[in-house]
């Protein structure tokens, strides 16, 4: 029997294999834990070129869309809490200020068979 001070037999002693995985350093940690935050603001904004110029097409989450909007597809209502497509001019001539201003609340399917 042990008394409180005493250590193991070292023979009964399981030894662990070491781990060959690369250490990162605290702040690698964070910058992998912490999503890109413009990329998180602009909800993945992309630029699509179409035969009329270069759009700036953003997906809407169901969770962002908060009134409803009528498509200029199809001429139908997007209803609150649905998922759609936000697209504005990339090339107009008249500034990125009034392009924003124009932007336009599509169906996702509306805006993907729109020539």
């Keep these: 029997m042990r008394g409180l001070g005493e250590l193991p037999d070292p023979r009964l002693v399981l030894s662990v294999p070491r ?10 940690r964070d910058d992998a834990a ?3 935050l413009e990329m998180l603001r602009a909800g993945w ?3 699509e070129t179409r ?4 759009w700036n097409v953003q997906p809407m989450a169901a969770a962002g869309a908060v009134k409803d909007y009528s ?9 609150a809490g649905t998922a759609h497509v936000v697209a504005w001019r990339a090339d107009g001539v008249l ?3 009034a392009d924003l201003e124009g ?3 599509w169906h996702t399917a509306c805006w993907a068979v729109r020539r």
């Excluded at 781990?19 to 702040?27: F, G, T, Y």
């Excluded at 035969?51 to 270069?54: E, R």
């Excluded at 498509?71 to 209803?79: K, L, S």
């Design 51 to 54: 035969q009329d110029g270069a």
């Design 71 to 79: 498509c200029p597809g199809c001429g139908r209502a997007i209803a």
């Design 95 to 97: 500034g990125e200020a």
């Design 19 to 28: 781990s060959n995985r690369p250490r990162r350093s605290a702040a690698a």
């Design 45 to 47: 904004r992309r630029t």
């Design 34 to 36: 912490e999503p890109d």
């Design 103 to 105: 932007r336009r609340h």
